[in-house]
């Protein structure tokens, strides 16, 4: 496809339910972000992964939270448990290389509501 | 650590007006510094950014930003708004090092007035 795509757009789900979101990234881009966005909040890093390397995990809340993702392609960021707080807009992005000037290119979101 | 603070949180301005959006980071060393917009309904997009060089930067949809190292600021303009300018955006922030995520603004959500 011609940008990021991600699924699903919506997931409003019960608390304590596990839930799956998924990002297909540009085909070549070989970094891939995951970020959280909350109401009237900046963006939150939560993981990164570029190419082969062991992705940088640094940025997830808890161990509720996992992501991964499949050569340089698709990503899953899964969070187990859900809790309230998990409600928030998930965002990914890929990026061309590891440079830090890299532009991200940022999929729409899903809009994750835990009740 | 790094930091970015956008003082502004929500900025009104007409059409056809001046804008300026503030940025101001805290790094210890020279700081790759972005600028990206989010349209409703629509994914964040990079306008513009810096990492060396002129210090006066130009982006897409008539965008500029300004990097002043004296100021620690890396200020958004644009010399008139059009109503389909309304968005929220957001300054960030990023470095050379083997550190890839980059620290974001809160944002500032700008509305235009017909």
């Known amino acids: 496809g011609a940008g990021v795509s991600q699924s699903p757009s919506n997931k409003v789900t019960e608390k304590g339910k596990d839930v799956e979101l998924r990002c297909d990234p540009i085909s070549g881009h070989t970094a891939l972000y995951w970020y959280r966005q909350s109401l009237g909040q900046g963006l939150e890093f939560l993981i990164y992964f570029q190419g082969n390397s062991a992705p940088d995990k640094s940025g997830l809340p808890s161990d509720r939270f996992s992501a991964e993702r499949t050569g340089e392609s698709v990503s899953t960021l899964t969070i187990q448990r859900t809790q309230q707080e998990d409600s928030a807009v998930y965002l990914c992005a890929g990026a061309t290389g590891t440079l830090g000037t890299d532009t991200q290119y940022f999929g729409p979101g899903t809009r994750l509501t835990v009740l | 650590a790094q930091s970015v603070t956008q003082p502004d949180i929500h900025i009104t301005v007409s059409e056809g007006a001046s804008l300026e959006l503030r940025c101001n980071y805290s790094y210890g060393a020279t700081p790759y510094l972005f600028w990206y917009v989010q349209s409703p309904g629509q994914g964040l997009q990079l306008l513009l950014k810096y990492f060396s060089g002129d210090t006066l930067v130009q982006g897409i949809k008539g965008f500029e930003a300004e990097f002043k190292r004296s100021q620690s600021s890396f200020n958004l303009r644009k010399p008139s708004v059009h109503w389909s300018d309304a968005a929220e955006y957001f300054c960030?922030?990023?470095?050379?090092?083997?550190?890839?995520?980059?620290?974001w603004g809160l944002g500032t959500s700008l509305a235009v007035n017909p």
């Open positions: 960030a922030v990023g470095n050379a090092g083997n550190n890839r995520k980059l620290i």
